[in-house]
């Protein structure tokens, strides 16, 4: 045997003890001692005769002892180990290896003596041991293993009861051995640390039983420790052979456990593992991969430790105690003064200065090593043999210990001592609350937790986890609902701006979130991601608090505090039921457990109490109403089966079994407020409002008190959004709902079908599908019912929208539609009892609709209106309303009708109250009532007994009467505070009282027997019964409409009924028919609809023109009376529409160019209308249709705004309020314009014509007058005055009418003297212009006659007679009859959302819109004069499409692959398209229809911008305001690439060309410049250098245009002198690309011109000749690079192959022409022979090869000699380039002023300029798509940012550097052309003749000779020169 090695305490002292201790990691034996840590692996363990091999000196730490084992050898050392973990050794070799020992008949033994604290380990053990290599997976013990206090004392105790452990050969452990190893390891003292558990990081509470016992002593088993992943799961699958079988993989898995998220408090190591938080960064690593002391700057120790050198930590009492605690002694070091070391509380300072824990004393043992614990100084009685725990262990059950000589009995854990001092009993832990989280077991001596089905038992074997993803709390904070991680205070966002969301909840299945609002009184639900919010419940509610989703059974349950009642619906709100309203108060919280089918709720009323019943609302009982104030929060604990909940006015939160017993305060301090509260696995989470954070806390002690996120704006509910919050459970009502029809609710084990509220059961399982009869009242923001059906006689809310101030009510069964009046929207209403169907029937000309009255004979309804005073009727859709009475009313009340006798009643509260009656159609009024009336109210009939009862607020009665007002008597005249609405049904009398807020009943024969329906109800209004037994009534009415045309009603016999008319128009004399319209009235515009007002009938009443549209702004008015239509413009929708009188035929016709039409007139005679714009300042005419228009005035126009015509005079008139107000005159055709009145105006708005008298007659809103003057101004006069703010204006007979803003009326006056104003109609806000029309008079002759005077197009009076004109910007020809098609010469330009055109062959420079459909964003233009069509790039859509000049066949050309397109360009020569493309970097090419598409240049561009071709001499320029901006340009297939300028740029935006004088311009919007140069870049000169922020330009004759964007505005200038500056258009936003369409502009021709040069695809013209192209994408067809060779198409046979093309069918040329075979096989890849390139089978390249530019080699001779010189001239331009860049002032860095662009912003109409610091030079353009008002999709718009460099250091260095340019001496002049193209003239002339090149010359000598050409007479004939029919000499036999 092994020698026996003593081993004292002190040696775990140093390394074990202390829980923070260890191996200290400088001590580099460790490293292998720590292998040592193998024998924890059971079978894959070393000797320790293998570990002495390996590690001959034991680690510093081991060898340190107080004893003389300090010098013990290696050997010594090894046994020294080998004792010191036999305690821990031998429980895993028993445990763990047991397994494999017991197999290979190893046996294990061990021998002890209490006394020695010795133990050995035998040879066979240690053979047995060596069995396995050390794993890889255990490098080191666990932290909890290395920090754990076992003391060497206890070895033999606990060697001997790890042996009892096991079973024979099954490896089981008893849970009495492990407890009592436990127990004996407890005795021991050691040095505890400061963690509270000697076995330092597990905490494992005390009174653990026997698996949860062996964490005290084996707490690394647990997987939250560090380095115990490993080991302890090890241990455990030896207690549990069920998991045995992962040992014979020979590795020590990672627990799933340990990969979970770590808990609060907790670090995780990268290995996954958990340990404390504290531990992170203290000096020891502590995770098994260390990865907790990484990234530390330095460790932090505890008030209670000290700090070591190396960082760690260790007891400060261990400071300069007279040992190397540290490891490297600096906790030994600077210890002169420190006096003696000091040993902790339960520790004994012995005399040699050592350290041993206070049991030890007196126990005969000479722990100190110098006998000081067992000296008589310490009371150390003498030890009798009796004394003694060797003899009989001292008397004791169980253990025994010596204290003070004095023997101690006491218990393993699990037990405790009884009073007789020696024996031990068992302690039952399932009795202490908390001890197990969920389920516990009790045994002897032991206990066991298990946990609710979806948790599992963590590490510690006493708590649980939830199964499933990391818990979120989800809470609601009043405007948004937020969710935070509780481990970790994440915090995000589920739903923002809502309104004031407190109650919450879940529904985890779905993935549904629901919310209460109670500002919106809704219930609302949304997905858990925030997405498809939609409303659940949304009337009826008035303060719902609490809510609960029902996850098994899916449903939605309720409280509100406000109608005291709990609900419940469907998921979608449908099927929605009172479940439970008596005797509740103020319910608040609610809670639902579907499993049990109950629902829980709290109810802080006058008798606050927690209640319960069944989820179907049975079963209703009491769980707590004592100690309760404010129980606000609730919530179960499903897995616990109890309930929490908080008192806010307690301040404490309470539990109690779900049956309301065994009630705890969990927490009573520290509580402010608290609101909500939710528990989730051991912990609660509350609000606070108080606090405004989310708290959380343990749900067993309340200790443990965290803040889990505060500043909160208002937490309310909050909820733990988990699966295990809604575990599985049982639906009782199965797949089919449980065969109800309506609702199945849980109750208890069973269910119950229930029905909505107010319907009745009808079977067990179905209910009624509709109701019979409810008491129907109005409360003002709701309509309600109360179903008769049912007993309960709760009030459900009719489902209705926009109810905001309900009055008056009434009903028809026949349709089953509910009516009701509103007198803040004032509108009559109506929809289905069920809330479906809801329309307004009635919405104009109401003012206070108060009473309301159906005729269920006739379908009709009646209502007064105490606004207008009138009584009104119309059929019950609302059609065909007419006025019945409207004279001697003062605020008629409420009404009823009798179809039965043909009357109707109605009260009048007015000055004099009475009750009146009068037939049913207005005839035999009489008042009926007419003393002891105050404010009589409600109305009822009796049609039984023939009574009439009404109720009087201010009598504070309910009176009846007969019919005809006699009998009358006093129903009920006490407790009657103020009754308003007033009902009968059956043998009961109902009505609603504002002052008690309840609706009443009593018998309506005696008034007795009252009895409350409801109470607490705010705001009740009127109340009616609805039912189905209305008696019915035979009338003639039923029969044909009685006959009548329009309106049949009832009336008081003989006659039975009468005939009448909407409002407004009269009977005929046949007392059944109707006119058909009005013939006199008045017409005005209100802003948002167009009235008229009869003038044919005795009182004015106003009717809204029914025309389908919504109107924004509407301003001016006329009337066409010959056609019966209505003009009138809306200067929102920018529109002049028209409609019949009847409101029919509705259609825009002008839509475009119109800003704010304030004026209007319509020439019935001419068949014209005319209008003023503010906006534009303009007079215009078109024909009625819109087509044909005409800007008529243009000129010193400031704010137009009313306009009249006189057609029989010729003359217009015009009133002008701008800065100089005048009134002026012309001719209807604009001319003859005469400025009549310019003084003493203000504000000139209405203004009409006086025919019969000549009179002009005007309004002055300013002056505050109506004045009248003759035609031509003089005679002026005042009318009326004074007038608040007249408007509109009108004449008809011998009345003038206005109106008035101010006083929202219509005001008549006598047209002559001013005198008799009546008010005409008031309260009509949003009063605008007015028309008096009679359509009786005749109209007047018209002037141009029945065949429009012989114009072509329009004809226009004027005072001599008429004249022809054409449309704006046409010109009339010479006949002075006849019309141009159009314009010859105009501007195209696009502004975002259109593109206008503006002719330059009239002068009035007026913008015209093309029809362009389904423009966005439009940047750049241009336009092919060959077939007609304008091209523009939408970037919004990002397309280049393009459509004809009217607008029709509109085509997308390039669809996809584009980004930016920035600038566009036609050839109209060669029929291509060129792009340039900002987003890809790119300038590409295709034909004009999109096909065959090319990149051209793709390289070394930074943002092109403009481009622009020169198809005569095959030259492509282009702008880049990159970086580095410059203008360059190419031959047009992209090569030659050459840049013109770079130097002095800033941003170069637009770009044109001057094909007469061979120039480039552009403008600068950096610079704020424009400027030119010719074709090469040289000869550069500022043309006006200080413009705004220019775009693009364009130019034409001697004019350069370009559109600006911050001036808004079109100018020009001359090109020649930079001078003569003009603004041609003004105030248009967004301006972008100009560009000029003439027949000078797109002439000339080249190669490409005829037969497309003979190319397959792609033919680009080049300075000297001209080549073929393919495009980037095959498309199908062959494509050959040779002009003239088709290639034919590839065989299909093989890849390989190519078409044997035979060389005598080449063409004549091709075999002839030896030249272009040569240059071509330069061109073509070398893939490509010889023989295929001549035979054109090179088709697939895409690289262009040249054309033949003739036969001759002296062309080459002449080529090679120009191009010598031409490299000559390069090199020295580069020269004096770089010695201009080298002279060129540099930025010195002083300072940078940048602006941006403008951002077009459509919503504003403005551009913004923002200061932005940017580097100098810096250009950006970036389109962004933004929110616009007019789709709903995202509006592109323009934001550029551009950087400008301001030198402000200097101010004359920066004017030297701004004009720094070329010289002004080579500006041209109008006959000076440049002759730099005569290269290129020979080089494209060597294929011709020298008669042909004679002629060329000539062509361009006088091309050159004259700029301006004479404009060709006919337009579509005389399209550009393009070189298509031109005919050409053959010059070679070949071409023959």
């Known amino acids: 045997m092994m020698p026996q090695v003593h081993v004292s305490s002190r040696v775990f002292s140093s390394w074990v003890d202390e829980p923070k201790r260890g191996p200290p990691a400088s001590d580099p034996s460790w490293q292998c001692w720590g292998s040592a840590t193998a024998l924890f692996c059971g079978p894959f363990c070393r000797a320790c005769s293998s570990l002495t091999a390996l590690c001959p000196q034991p680690p510093g ?305 000479n722990d100190c090593g110098d006998n000081s614990d067992e000296s008589p100084q310490q009371n150390c009685r003498p030890r009798t043999g009796e004394e003694n725990c060797n003899v009989n262990n001292g008397g004791c059950a169980q253990k025994c210990q010596m204290v003070r000589g004095v023997v101690q009995c006491t218990c393993h854990t699990g037990f405790r001592l009884t009073e007789d001092g020696h024996m031990c009993q068992d302690v039952n832990e399932c009795a202490e609350e908390g001890y197990c989280s969920q389920g516990c077991t009790n045994s002897e001596g032991a206990f066991q937790c298990w946990c609710e089905a979806g948790y599992e038992l963590r590490p510690d074997r006493r708590s649980c986890k939830a199964l499933g993803p990391e818990p979120v709390l989800l809470f609601a904070n009043r405007i ?82 406000g109608t005291s009642r709990i609900e419940v619906a469907n998921l979608d709100g449908a099927h929605r039921k009172v479940l439970l309203w008596q005797n509740l108060e103020k319910p608040r919280a609610i809670a639902l457990h579907p499993m049990e089918g109950t629902i829980y709720w709290t109810d802080w009323g006058n008798t606050p109490r927690i209640e319960a019943s069944s989820m179907d609302g049975s079963g209703r009982r009491i769980i707590a109403d004592t100690h309760l104030f404010w129980p606000n929060g609730l919530t179960i604990d499903y897995a616990g089966h109890r309930m929490y909940w908080v008192d806010a006015k307690h301040h404490v939160i309470e539990r109690a079994n779900l049956d309301g017993s065994h009630r705890k305060a969990v927490i009573s301090q520290g509580l402010p407020h608290p609101f909500a509260i939710t528990v989730f696995e051991d912990s609660l989470y509350w609000t606070d409002w108080h606090t405004k954070s989310i708290n959380s806390a343990n749900k067993f002690t309340g200790k443990n008190q965290e803040i889990i996120r505060n500043k909160l704006h208002f937490p309310m509910d909050i909820h733990t959004l988990h699966p295990q919050r809604q575990p599985a459970g049982k639906n009782r009502c199965g797949d089919n709902n449980g065969g109800c029809t309506h609702l199945c609710l849980p109750s208890g084990q069973n269910y119950t079908c229930a029905c909505p509220t107010g319907f009745r059961k009808i079977s067990s399982h179905a209910c009624a599908q509709s109701l019979d009869k409810f008491l129907l009242f109005a409360r003002r923001m709701d309509i309600r019912r109360i179903s008769f059906d049912t007993e309960d006689l709760s009030d459900d809310v009719i489902p209705l929208a926009d109810v905001r101030s309900a009055v008056a009510l009434d009903w028809d069964s026949r349709d089953d539609h509910v009516y009701w009046t509103d007198v803040s929207t004032d509108t009559i209403s109506r929809a289905k009892w069920d809330g479906t169907g809801q329309e307004v029937v009635v919405d104009t000309s109401l003012e206070s609709p108060a009473g309301l009255a159906i005729d269920w004979v006739t379908n009709k309804l009646y209502w007064t209106d105490a606004g207008t005073d009138r009584i009104e009727v119309a059929n019950t859709d609302g059609s065909m309303r007419t006025v019945l009475i409207w004279e001697n009313l003062d605020r008629p009340r409420d009404i009823v009708v009798e179809p039965m006798g043909g009357y109707m009643y109605w009260t009048d509260w007015g000055a004099s109250p009475k009750i009146e009656r009068a037939g049913m159609d207005a005839s035999g009024r009489q008042v009926i009532i007419s003393s002891n009336l105050t404010w009589p109210n409600g109305l009822a009939i009796d049609y039984g007994s023939q009574r009439l009862y009404w109720a009087d607020a201010g009598m504070k009665t309910i009176e009846f009467a007969g019919l005809d007002g006699s009998k009358r008597k006093v129903l009920i005249g006490s407790e009657l505070p103020h009754p308003f609405g007033l009902t009968l049904y059956g043998e009961r009398i109902y009505w609603t009282d504002w002052q008690t807020k309840s609706i009443q009943s009593a018998d309506r024969l005696t008034g007795l027997d009252r009895e409350t329906l409801q109470e607490n109800l705010e705001n009740l209004m009127d109340i009616h019964v609805f039912h189905r037994r209305r008696p019915p009534v035979s009338t003639p009415c039923a029969r044909e409409n009685g006959g009548c045309s329009h309106l049949c009603l009832r009336s008081p016999n003989p006659s039975g009924f009468s005939c009448t008319c909407p409002t407004g128009i009269n009977l005929m004399p046949d007392g059944k028919t109707c006119s058909p319209g009005m013939n006199s009235f008045l017409i005005f515009a209100r802003r948002i609809d167009i009235r008229m007002v009869s003038l044919d009938i005795p009182y004015f009443a106003d009717v809204v023109v029914p025309i389908n549209i ?139 014509v006086d025919k019969a008298s000549s009179q002009l007659l005007w309004a002055d809103a300013h002056t505050e007058r109506i004045e009248a003057a003759d035609l031509n101004g003089a005679s002026r006069h005042t009318l009326v005055s004074p007038v608040q703010h007249p408007y509109g204006l009108t004449l008809l007979d011998s009345y003038i009418y206005w109106t008035d803003w101010q006083t929202r009326s219509i005001h008549r006056a006598d047209k002559g003297t001013g005198s008799n104003v009546i008010l005409v109609r008031s309260n009509l806000p949003g009063l605008m212009d007015i028309q008096a029309v009679d359509r009786a008079q005749p109209l007047g002759f018209n002037k141009c006659g029945s065949r429009n005077g012989g114009c072509s197009h329009l004809c226009l009076p004027r005072p001599s007679g008429f004249s022809c004109a054409c449309p704006t910007g046409i010109q009339l020809k010479r006949d002075g009859k006849t019309c141009d098609p159009s314009p010859e010469t105009y501007l195209l330009f696009s502004s975002r959302g259109s593109i206008r055109r503006i002719s330059l062959d009239t002068s009035d420079h007026t913008d015209v819109h093309i029809p362009v459909p389904e423009l966005n964003n439009v940047i750049s233009l241009d336009y092919d004069s ?77 943002e092109p911008r403009a481009i622009a071709v020169f198809p005569r001499k095959g030259y492509l320029f282009w702008t880049d305001w990159g970086h ?220 262009a090869i040249p054309a033949a530019p003739g036969e001759g080699l002296h062309v080459s001779y002449v080529i090679g000699g120009l191009l010598s010189i031409l490299l000559i001239l390069v090199v020295i331009a580069a020269l004096m380039l770089y010695r201009h860049k080298k002279s060129k002032l540099t930025d010195p860095g002083m300072g940078n002023l940048t602006y941006s662009n403008p951002s077009y912003r459509t919503s504003t109409q403005e551009v913004k300029i923002e200061a932005i610091p940017k580097p100098a030079m810096y250009n950006q353009l970036c389109y962004k798509k933004e929110g616009g008002p007019d789709h709903n999709y995202t509006k592109e718009k323009i934001k550029i940012v551009e950087g400008i460099c301001l030198l402000s250091g200097d101010d004359a260095e920066w004017d030297d550097l701004k004009q720094l340019r070329s010289s002004r001496g080579g500006l041209l002049r109008d006959h000076v052309c440049m002759k730099t193209d005569t290269v290129s003239l020979q080089a494209s002339s060597v294929s011709l003749d020298d008669t042909e090149t004679e002629q060329l010359l000539q062509e361009e000598q006088s091309e050159c000779s004259s700029v301006h050409t004479a404009a060709t007479p006919e337009r579509r004939g005389s399209l550009p020169d393009t070189g298509w029919k031109h005919e050409r000499k053959l010059s070679s036999e070949s071409q023959v």
């Open 61 to 365: 730490s081991v060898r340190r002892t107080s004893s003389p084992a300090r010098t013990a050898t290696a050997s010594g050392a090894c046994g020294t180990a080998t004792g010191t973990m036999t305690a821990v050794t031998t429980v895993m070799s028993s445990v763990t290896c047991a397994s494999a020992l017991t197999r290979n008949s190893a046996a294990v033994t061990e021998a002890a003596s209490p006394s020695t604290g010795t133990a050995t380990v035998t040879p066979t053990a240690k053979m047995a041991l060596t069995r396995r290599a050390v794993p890889q997976q255990c490098p080191r013990p666990p932290a909890t293993w290395r920090s754990s206090s076992v003391p060497t004392a206890a070895a033999s105790s606990i060697s001997t009861t790890a042996t009892g452990m096991m079973t024979a050969g099954t490896g089981q452990t008893s849970p009495t051995a492990v407890s009592g190893l436990a127990s004996r390891v407890e005795e021991e003292g050691g040095r505890p640390g400061p963690r509270n558990s000697w076995s330092g990081k597990a905490q494992v509470p005390a009174g653990a039983g026997a698996q949860g016992r062996s964490f005290r002593i084996l707490s690394f088993l647990s997987g939250r420790d560090g380095g115990a992943g490993c080991w302890g799961r090890a241990f455990w699958s030896a207690l549990d052979p069920v998991s045995w079988d992962w040992l014979a993989t020979g590795v020590c898995p990672v627990s799933p456990a340990s990969h979970q998220p770590c808990r609060s408090g907790e670090f995780m190591c990268d290995s996954g593992l958990c340990i404390n938080a504290g531990w992170r960064c203290d000096g020891d690593a502590d995770c098994d991969d260390q990865s907790d002391e990484r990234n530390c700057t330095t460790s932090m120790c505890t008030a209670e430790q000290f700090r070591c050198r190396s960082g760690r930590c260790v007891r400060l009492s261990w400071r300069c105690d007279g040992e190397d605690d540290c490891a490297d002694n600096s906790d030994e070091e600077n210890c002169e003064n420190t006096g003696s070391p000091q040993c902790a509380s339960d520790q004994f300072l012995c005399w040699n200065g050592r350290c041993i824990g206070q049991r030890k004393l007196c126990n005969g043992v």
């Open 1110 to 1248: 919504t109107m924004k702004n509407t301003i001016a008015i006329g009337v066409d009376p010959q056609e019966g239509k209505v003009y009138w413009s809306d200067s929102t929708l920018h529109s002049i529409s028209r409609a019949n009188l009847d409101g029919s035929q509705h259609e825009d016709i002008i839509t475009t160019g119109l800003q704010t039409t304030d004026g209007l007139a319509v020439d019935a005679i001419g068949r014209k209308v005319y209008w003023t714009d503010t906006g534009t300042n303009r007079i215009e005419v078109g024909n009625l249709d819109g087509s044909m228009r005409k800007v008529l005035v243009w000129q010193n126009l400031d704010s137009p705004r009313a306009i009249v015509l006189y057609h029989e005079m010729g003359f217009m008139y015009w009133t002008d309020w701008g800065e100089n107000a005048k009134l002026e005159r012309s001719g209807m055709d604009g001319s003859d314009r005469t400025v009549l009145i310019s003084n003493n105006l203000g504000w000139p708005n209405g203004l009409t």
């Open 1524 to 1743: 580095i901006a410059k203008i360059e340009r190419a031959n047009l297939d992209g090569s030659e690439r050459k840049v013109l300028i770079n130097t002095d740029l800033g941003w170069p935006n637009g770009l044109t060309l001057d094909y007469d004088t061979r120039r480039i311009y552009w403008v600068d919007a950096h610079l704020d410049r424009i400027e030119s140069a010719d074709l090469s870049g040289k000869l550069r000169q500022v043309l006006v250098s200080h413009v705004s922020h220019p775009f693009a330009l364009t130019q034409q004759d001697r004019w350069i245009y370009w559109t600006d964007w911050q001036t808004k505005s079109i100018q020009r200038v001359d090109k020649y002198s930079g001078r003569n500056k003009e603004t041609v258009l003004a105030n248009v936003e967004g301006l972008m690309d100009i560009i000029v369409v003439s027949p000078q502009r797109q002439t000339g021709t080249n190669a490409c011109g005829v037969n497309n040069g003979g190319c397959t695809h792609l033919c680009f013209a080049r300075a000297s000749d001209f080549v073929c192209a393919c495009p980037d994408e095959p498309d199908g067809r062959p494509c050959s690079l040779v002009p003239g060779l088709v290639p034919p198409a590839p065989r299909a046979t093989s890849l390989s192959e190519r078409s044997p093309v035979l060389p005598n069918t080449l063409p004549t040329t091709l075999r002839s022409s030896t030249t272009w075979t040569r240059t071509s096989l330069e061109e073509v890849e070398g893939r490509c022979s010889e023989k295929d390139a001549q035979l054109g089978l090179c088709a697939h390249s895409n690289e």
């Open 1426 to 1502: 060959v077939d007609g069509k304008v091209y523009y790039t939408d970037v919004f859509l990002d397309v280049i499409r393009r459509a004809d000049l009217n607008g029709s066949n509109m085509e997308t050309v390039i669809g996809r692959g584009l980004k930016t397109t920035d600038g566009l360009a036609v050839d109209w020569v060669a029929r291509n398209l060129y792009w340039t493309d900002t987003g890809r970097n790119t300038i590409e090419a295709s034909r004009l229809d999109g096909s065959c598409r090319k990149v051209l240049i793709n390289n070394s561009l930074d």
């Open 480 to 561: 948004d609902i937020r969710q935070v991680l509780p481990h970790r205070s994440e915090y995000t966002l589920l739903l923002n701006n809502l309104e004031n969301a407190i109650a919450l909840d879940f529904h985890h299945r779905r993935e549904l979130v629901f919310w209460s609002d109670v500002t919106l009184d809704r219930i609302l639900r949304a997905n858990l991601n925030g997405s498809n919010v939609e409303e659940v419940v949304s009337t009826g509610l008035e303060s719902p608090g609490g809510l609960a989703v029902d996850w098994v059974h899916d449903k939605l349950y309720w409280t509100d505090s």
